[in-house]
């Protein structure tokens, strides 16, 4: 077997470097902290996933002897780009400190993402697709038991002290149901947890096999069903980048190539959705109703308006955007973008407006403009090539693309801890690929899927 071609200060275990010490306590904190996410107020905003704060400070500080120096390389130029667009803010809005808040928040949440990226990290790949297993079977008869049992009374007992979505009303009205909180302050973030450790177990299978395949389905089904949400789909929509690098060969690494893959990609993903529509169109029904009748407005916002309205707000401002945290300076735009969508006044002429930007492509359009974005996504690029250097960069950014399609605070806890937890067990996974076959190719394609005992593909 050949050596991993891999730094020699990256902080996972290979067969010549043992684990370094684990910390399950403090991460099992962290992840809990990470999920629920109860928000701390300030004069200035809110100090987001306190409970994660303490056990996810202690993670990192037990870790900082293992931090990669191309990783630390992309923070600093994540950090000096925040600056930079800090400056500029203020230079627009005159006064107020919430840009170089938000640099605060950013160093805050790399460093817990970091220390549970880390500790998963010093963990195997069969190890974590177990915990990530028993997780998702135990968060879905969590949110039945919640749906339909009394549970449901614990959960929004719990959620009353810190929740502002407790509108049963709404999820009759709108999604045809009660939605599932699983402890956190919205249905939303039950959804994208419940997918993030979904994510997890999905880059962590071995070899695609009929059987995981329809582990994939079942579990996705059941989540559609109880917690109504679309973002349980986005496992899925990693098992497809999976299976598009093993149908398509993950040697070949140049731009066509990638696009290629991408549109392949897409298409899959088309065909799962009509397949779930087709299955659980009942599920879904209430909602397409109130969405064709221009009657939920936040299926708008969170889809194609956002960034339709990030869109026209870079228009304005092409090569900075209205910088860091300036989300003022751009508020025209995206009320009259919003009002063209049929988005009512109530939103538009209040503090709902800059709630509803609920993605992170809308936000950096809006932030840092066209030319601003590029370079976000560059420094995103390295960042995600020191936490991932094994793994195609097909699938590391396709964790982005989830992320920031779940949630719209780009330097959030939040945000970066979902990004850092798909890249640890996508390193995992390419780790264990590349030791099954006795390369340093990187590559997470072939063999892939299976059928009975043989794997299709090249054979290696």
Request: proline share 5%; glycine share 10%.
């Amino acid at each position: 077997m050949r050596a991993l071609n891999v730094p020699s200060d990256y902080p996972m275990a290979t067969p010549d470097k043992p684990a370094g010490k684990r910390h399950p306590v403090l991460l099992v904190a962290t992840l809990i902290g990470l999920h629920i996410d109860i928000a701390a107020a300030l004069p200035e905003g809110s100090i987001p996933n306190v409970l994660a704060a303490v056990p996810g400070l202690l993670l990192f500080a037990s870790h900082l002897d293992k931090l990669p120096a191309r990783f630390l390389a992309a923070v600093v130029a994540m950090t000096s780009f925040f600056f930079l667009s800090a400056v500029y803010a203020i230079g627009i809005q005159g006064g107020g400190a919430g840009p170089f808040i938000a640099i605060g928040l950013l160093l805050y949440s790399v460093a817990i993402a970091t220390g549970v990226y880390i500790d998963l990290s010093l963990r195997s790949m069969d190890q974590t697709r177990r915990v990530a297993g028993w997780l998702v079977s135990g968060m879905l008869v969590f949110a039945i038991l919640e749906t339909y049992t009394p549970v449901q009374q614990f959960a929004l007992w719990f959620g009353q002290y810190y929740s502002f979505d407790i509108n049963i009303d709404r999820d009759l009205f709108t999604f045809g149901g009660y939605r599932p909180r699983l402890l956190t302050s919205e249905p939303s973030r039950a959804a994208i947890g419940l997918a993030t450790a979904m994510g997890v177990w999905v880059l962590c299978i071995r070899r695609w096999d009929p059987i995981s395949l329809g582990k994939l389905g079942f579990f996705t089904l059941i989540a559609l069903y109880v917690v109504r949400s679309p973002f349980v789909v986005l496992p899925a929509m990693l098992c497809g980048a999976r299976l598009t690098l093993w149908a398509s060969g993950d040697e070949t690494r140049n731009a066509a190539s990638m696009a290629g893959r991408f549109v392949m990609l897409l298409i899959a993903t088309a065909g799962v959705m009509v397949l779930i529509v087709a299955l659980l169109g009942t599920v879904f029904s209430t909602r397409i109703e109130s969405f064709s009748a221009q009657s939920d407005w936040s299926v708008t916002v969170r889809t194609y308006g956002s960034v339709l309205a990030g869109w026209e707000s870079s228009l304005q401002r092409p090569i900075f955007g209205t910088g860091l945290d300036n989300f003022d300076a751009g508020r025209a735009e995206i009320a009259s973008t919003y009002r063209q969508l049929g988005v009512p006044s109530y939103v538009t002429e209040t503090d709902l407006l800059e709630i509803s930007i609920n993605n992170g492509f809308a936000v950096a359009l809006i932030f840092f403009g066209f030319v601003g974005s590029a370079i976000y996504l560059w420094i995103w690029g390295g960042l995600m090539r020191s936490l991932a250097p094994l793994a195609p960069a097909l699938l590391r950014w396709f964790v982005l693309f989830c992320t920031w399609l779940s949630y719209s605070a780009i330097y959030s806890p939040s945000v970066l801890g979902m990004a850092f937890i798909l890249l640890a067990a996508l390193q995992l996974a390419a780790r264990a690929r590349i030791e099954d076959a006795g390369d340093d190719s990187g590559g997470l394609g072939a063999p892939l899927l299976q059928a009975g005992t043989q794997p299709i593909g090249d054979g290696r």
